[in-house]
T-cell receptor, first 114, second 116 residues
Framework: AQSVSQHNHHVILSEAASLELGCNYS??????LFWYVQYPGQHLQLLLK??????LVKGIKGFEAEFIKSKFSFNLRKPSVQWSDTAEYFC????????????FGTGTRLKVLA | IAGITQAPTSQILAAGRRMTLRCTQD?????MYWYRQDLGLGLRLIHY???????GKGEVPDGYSVSRANTDDFPLTLASAVPSQTSVYFC???????????????FGPGTRLTVL
């Protein structure tokens, strides 16, 4: 069965620190990959997505993620975080064929200290 | 404004009561989904529908039912609520088709449900 692991459950950083959130998935076929962000009290918003092509994808607000197929990973990065990046981040995987369903990771809560 | 609306925003419900959470989208997306979000567990799929008239079970379907009479609406019903169904419920929708770009899901604002 497909699964998604986010190893960092809580991360605390100071402003201007660099961020990397891990995401690993288990699925043998072709996948689509997503990172969503949920700001406090709000609904999920798409940060970035990978379908095919360049494995380094850039999203909104300076975020990027790299798909490493050999490692089944899709880690999220940002060179310099801001206080406004405080949120919960979810990685999600979707099999590229046969289903539209997502499998979500358990999320990572990021707190950025001003 | 195009998007997904959910109602109610929040609800406190006595155990054993019946409750329907409403979800409406105006993006003409074929597929719709219901998730519950619980601390430390992320989002888990309850039920989904790939097109009007069809539904399917997700990871945690027990105690919930859905219907999809038309493209826009996808209500979620708790026939007899229990305290373990206390959660935040999100509705989502997506296009369907052969292109992978159709797989992006769009989420509603959520319903916070407390079952006492």
């Amino acid at each position: 069965a497909q699964s998604v692991s986010q190893h960092n459950h809580h991360v605390i950083l100071s402003e201007a620190a660099s961020l990397e959130l891990g995401c690993n998935y288990s699925y043998g076929g072709t996948v689509n990959l997503f990172w969503y962000v949920q700001y406090p009290g709000q609904h999920l918003q798409l940060l970035l997505k990978y379908f095919s092509g360049d494995p380094l994808v850039k999203g909104i607000k300076g975020f990027e993620a790299e798909f490493i197929k050999s490692k089944f990973s899709f880690n999220l990065r940002k060179p310099s975080v801001q206080w406004s990046d405080t949120a919960e981040y979810f990685c999600a995987v979707n099999a590229a064929s046969g289903t539209y369903k997502y499998i979500f990771g358990t999320g990572t809560r990021l707190k950025v200290l001003a | 404004i195009a998007g997904i609306t959910q109602a109610p925003t929040s609800q406190i419900l006595a155990a054993g009561r019946r409750m329907t959470l409403r979800c409406t989208q105006d993006m003409r997306h074929n597929a719709m989904y219901w998730y519950r979000q619980d601390l430390g567990l992320g989002l888990r799929l309850i039920h989904y529908s790939n097109t009007a008239g069809t539904t399917g079970k997700g990871e945690v379907p027990d105690g919930y039912s859905v219907s999809r009479a038309n493209t826009d609406d996808f209500p979620l019903t708790l026939a007899s609520a229990v305290p373990s169904q206390t959660s935040v419920y999100f509705c989502a929708s997506s296009k369907t088709g052969t292109s992978s770009s159709y797989n992006e899901q769009f989420f509603g604002p959520g319903t916070r449900l407390t079952v006492l």
